[in-house]
């Protein structure tokens, strides 16, 4: 049985992931959140996103890298040109998840068949894109709040969506 591709993201109301550079929100039940769920996962990451992210991988994250530079050291994970082909390397894993950025997940969606949103309740008039969640595409199936709090500067929702019509994941 080939991998499921999960798409994992915050995204603002309108939107977007960022401003630029990093996540532009503090919101440690998210955190923990994305690393309970990542944990011992293989992953997907953009080049810039994983720079970003270098320190925080765990000895059981197995990274895969899409980058064009096929020379790019990738300790315990591997570079690759593209999302099929870490999807075929990650054909024997129960999951695979994209954990962005921009260009990843705009590359990754059409070959997902969950996402795991984060919905953050804010407008970030600007940004970084994630892909336009279509209802026709896309259902949710679950959905977990967190209010405002004292380590909470704004009030989130993640929200599990299942794809509605599959895709051929061989093409
Ligand atoms: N809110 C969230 O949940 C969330 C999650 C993740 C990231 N982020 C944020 O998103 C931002 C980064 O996103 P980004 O879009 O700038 O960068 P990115 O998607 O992380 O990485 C872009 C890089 O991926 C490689 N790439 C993209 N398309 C490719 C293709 N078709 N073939 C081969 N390689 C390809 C290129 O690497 P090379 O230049 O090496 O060729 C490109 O420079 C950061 O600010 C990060 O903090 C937010």
Same mark, same amino acid.
Request: glycine share 6%.
């Given at each position: 049985m080939s991998a499921t591709l999960t798409?994992?993201?915050?995204?603002?109301?309108?939107?977007?992931?960022?401003?630029?550079?990093?996540?532009?929100?503090?919101l440690p039940a998210d955190r923990a959140h994305f690393r309970s769920y990542t944990r011992d996962k293989w992953l997907l990451l953009g080049r810039?996103?994983?720079?970003?992210?270098?320190?925080w991988f765990q000895p059981g994250h197995h990274p895969l890298v899409l980058t064009h530079d096929p020379k790019l050291l990738v300790p315990n994970g591997k570079a690759v040109a593209s999302v099929p082909e870490a999807l075929r390397l990650a054909d024997r894993q129960r999951e695979l998840i994209c954990c962005g950025g921009a260009e990843?997940?705009?590359?990754? /969606? $059409?070959?997902?068949? #969950?996402?795991?949103?984060?919905?953050?309740?804010?407008?970030?008039?600007?940004g970084l894109p994630f892909p336009?969640?279509?209802?026709?595409?896309?259902e949710p199936v679950s959905r977990r709040s967190q209010a405002?709090?004292?380590?909470?500067?704004?009030?989130?929702? /993640? $929200?599990?969506?299942? #794809?509605?019509?599959?895709?051929?994941?061989?093409a």
């Open positions: 798409l994992i993201a915050a995204v603002s109301v309108d939107g977007y992931i960022s401003r630029g550079t990093g996540v532009p929100w503090d810039r996103t994983y720079e970003e992210m270098l320190g990843i997940y705009q590359a990754a /969606i $059409v070959h997902a068949h #969950r996402l795991i949103i984060t919905e953050v309740h804010e407008f970030l008039a600007g336009k969640i279509s209802k026709h595409d896309w405002m709090d004292d380590d909470h500067a704004v009030s989130f929702e /993640i $929200v599990t969506y299942q #794809r509605i019509q599959r895709l051929d994941l061989a």
